[in-house]
């Protein structure tokens, strides 16, 4: 199994917000690029949001200026915090290093389900 835990997924209504959190374990955050991807049913895994080891951010285009990336060196974990939530926000979330993803290596995932 990869050594990152994704939580804090679940049910929120639109424009709503919710935070997302990656543990991990043995990833060097100043020499990794650590992010979030997500895919919906029927859809490709897509980035969502990236953090490098300098700690500059890169955004989807979908979510930028709603949802924000951040890493916690002392908890050694990452998190998602997403507001505006849209239906289109529906997907499974992932997190994971750049090392991983170029070898297709991913966890469980958490599910968020935008809906009224």
């Known amino acids: 199994q990869v050594p990152l835990v994704e939580s804090g997924g679940g049910l929120v209504q639109p424009w709503g917000s919710l935070t997302l959190s990656c543990t991990t374990s043995?990833?060097?955050?100043?020499?990794?690029?650590l992010g979030w991807y997500r895919q919906a049913p029927g859809k490709e895994r897509s980035m969502v949001a990236v953090?490098?080891?300098?700690?500059?951010?890169d955004y989807a285009d979908a979510v930028k200026g709603r949802f924000t990336i951040s890493r916690d060196h002392r908890k050694h974990s990452i998190s998602l915090q997403m507001n505006n939530l849209k239906s289109e926000d529906t997907a499974v979330y992932y997190c994971?290093?750049?090392?991983?993803?170029?070898?297709?290596?991913w966890g469980q995932g958490t599910q968020v389900t935008v809906s009224s």
């Open positions: 994971n290093a750049d090392f991983l993803v170029t070898n297709d290596l």
């Open positions: 043995g990833i060097d955050f100043s020499h990794n690029v």
């Open positions: 953090i490098s080891g300098g700690g500059n951010t």
